[in-house]
């Protein structure tokens, strides 16, 4: 009779997620180095959550207020922590985590537990499971501590509070105490660590510190039933004790996660023809849309999967700008990329999986009947970037930026999700190569950038502004000629100065002003151009023109 084997679970923390999330989605546009702090509300007011290293090493800390921290470091920058981003992220990254476990367990707003039982060695064994954790994890920008053992209140604690090397308990090193043996040799492991690492409230673990008890292994030497007096059922340190040690049960609650939705169905003999593939898409859209209405969503990514008898599978996927229940619009998506998929020696069976979907809604149609105007535009959308691919079909975008080049950029037609939609653009914003590289502004000073008004811009923007020699009246004063690509020009009317002030974040040291004017010269063209910068400002040496648009 086959023994069965011991229990291995799996404690993965993620110590700076919040800090690092925001890093990754917000913080671009700040320097590496700036002293950013995440804050909640508190009751006597704003409270840190999350540090930066820079904010650390100023004397932040969490859970210190924010303004006892900006007495020790005016320079502070405070955003508006994310709990409820945190937490999506964490419940997402439960799913993908179940490549190493078939029970996985959210642990909080900051980690996951998994039972690794009998599954280590798919991995090369514990330790090297525990490097591709953390190895994978490092990948996605995320610091992780991550410790195996016996029990799941072992192996929280020895993520938490063990060495600050890897913390990896080998099979059998926190064997679980047999009834009547007193607190048994799994105290070895967590005898050193401090009496937090119980997972107590934080009343408790002051209790105990008062009472002396700093470490568990000071605590395990006191009679059980004196200490049981002076606490609570639920904050009772030797119920923790028991439960870290395996005398009582802390069963884990796997994360509950639906399949995405998918139609499929087997054949009863291979089909090499691949004429039978059209077919098979219009049978699965069906039953896939019902499944979407069903959980009343709308797929943006569909995938149609042919499989092989000889173990291959044919892929072809298509993506839609707006979630779409529309078999009919599926169908016409993915018709032509299926007749590309190559039978071999034949397929057997077919799915259609809606990889990504968003909530959708039922709809009323247009006034006069058929669809809405905005969703023919997206199935137009839809169907160029199933020919022509989706990153050749692009859009125009509003960027929160004063200084017109920076103004707008191009995104792709269909958005993406998670935010990369914005990243896109600001990666290839208008203008020339500047403002591609140039960082957005910090996000506690971004606002909504009014519209221009129409006419006081120019029809026609050049990708990069272009130096022109121009001649005025007083340094100051409206300019009288100008001299572009060796024309010279003579200015009969002018409009202006336009003020645009420069974007301090930046370039701190070199931004200078902008003055706009509408000109037009002596044959009735009309031109934008622009002085940067005036006299003793500081920024420079003389001020400099450009010109920057053309009207008409």
Not at 390 to 410: I, M, T
Not at 511 to 517: G, K, N, P, Q
Request: with cysteine; proline share 9%; glycine share 10%.
């Amino acid at each position: 009779m086959s023994r069965k084997p011991e229990q291995r679970i799996l404690s993965v923390w993620w110590p700076h997620l919040a800090i690092e999330r925001w890093s990754k989605t917000q913080g671009s546009g700040l320097p590496p180095d700036a002293p950013v702090v995440l804050t909640i509300e508190g009751t006597h007011g704003l409270v840190i959550s999350a540090v930066t290293r820079a904010a650390a090493a100023s004397g932040a800390r969490a859970g210190a207020r924010l303004t006892d921290a900006r007495a020790l470091d005016p320079r502070l920058i405070a955003v508006p922590a994310d709990p409820a981003g945190d937490q999506a992220l964490v419940e997402k990254l439960a799913r993908w985590a179940a490549r190493w476990s078939p029970l996985v367990e959210v642990d909080g707003r900051d980690a996951l537990r998994l039972d690794v039982t009998g599954v280590a060695h798919l991995f090369g064994g514990e330790a090297a499971l525990v490097e591709d954790v953390q190895r994978r994890f490092a990948a996605l920008g995320l610091t992780s501590r991550v410790a195996i053992a016996a029990t799941p209140g072992a192996a929280w604690a020895l993520a938490r509070y063990g060495r600050k090397t890897l913390t990896l308990p080998l099979r059998g090193s926190l064997p679980l105490p047999r009834a009547g043996e007193g607190w048994g040799e799994g105290l070895d492991l967590l005898a050193p660590l401090p009496v937090a690492a119980l997972r107590l409230s934080p009343e408790a673990v002051r209790t105990l510190e008062r009472l002396g008890f700093k470490t568990i292994g000071a605590l395990a030497g006191v009679p059980r039933r004196a200490l049981a007096r002076r606490f609570r059922e639920a904050d009772n340190p030797l119920d923790a004790l028991d439960r870290a040690l395996g005398r009582k049960p802390e069963p884990l609650i796997a994360t509950a996660c639906e399949p995405p939705p998918r139609a499929s169905f087997r054949l009863a003999e291979p089909a090499s023809d691949p004429a039978v593939l059209p077919g098979a898409l219009t049978r699965l859209a069906d039953p896939l849309v019902r499944e979407l209405g069903r959980r009343r969503l709308g797929a943006r990514r569909i995938a149609f999967h042919g499989f092989r008898v000889d173990g291959e599978v044919g892929e072809a996927e298509a993506e839609t700008a707006l979630p779409t229940r529309d078999p009919a619009h599926i169908v016409r998506l993915l018709a032509d990329k299926v007749r590309t998929l190559d039978p071999g020696f034949g397929f057997d069976g077919f799915a259609l999986t809606a990889r990504w979907c968003e909530p959708l809604d039922p709809a009323q149609d247009a006034l006069l009947g058929g669809p809405r105007q905005e969703l023919e535009l997206a199935r137009l959308v839809d169907r160029l970037a199933a020919r022509l691919g989706a990153d050749r079909v692009r859009r125009p975008v509003q960027r929160d930026s004063h200084l017109p080049e920076r103004a707008s950029g191009w995104m792709s037609a269909i958005p993406p999700r998670n935010g990369e939609g914005d990243r896109e653009a600001k990666r290839s914003g208008g203008g020339g190569s500047e403002s591609r590289s140039a960082p957005p502004p910090p996000s506690n000073l971004r606002s909504v950038v009014p519209l221009p008004v129409p006419g006081r811009r120019p029809q026609r923007l050049l990708d990069r502004p272009e130096a022109i020699a121009v001649i005025y009246a007083t340094p100051e004063g409206v300019p009288r000629r100008f001299v572009w690509r060796r024309s010279v020009h003579d200015i009969a009317r002018v409009e202006g100065p336009e003020r645009i002030a420069p974007e301090w974040w930046r370039a701190p040291s070199k931004a200078r002003l902008r003055d706009y004017y509408r000109v037009e010269d002596s044959s009735g063209r009309r031109f934008w151009i622009y002085r940067e910068g005036v006299i003793g400002d500081g920024r420079g040496g003389a001020p400099a023109w450009h010109l920057h648009g053309l009207f008409g």
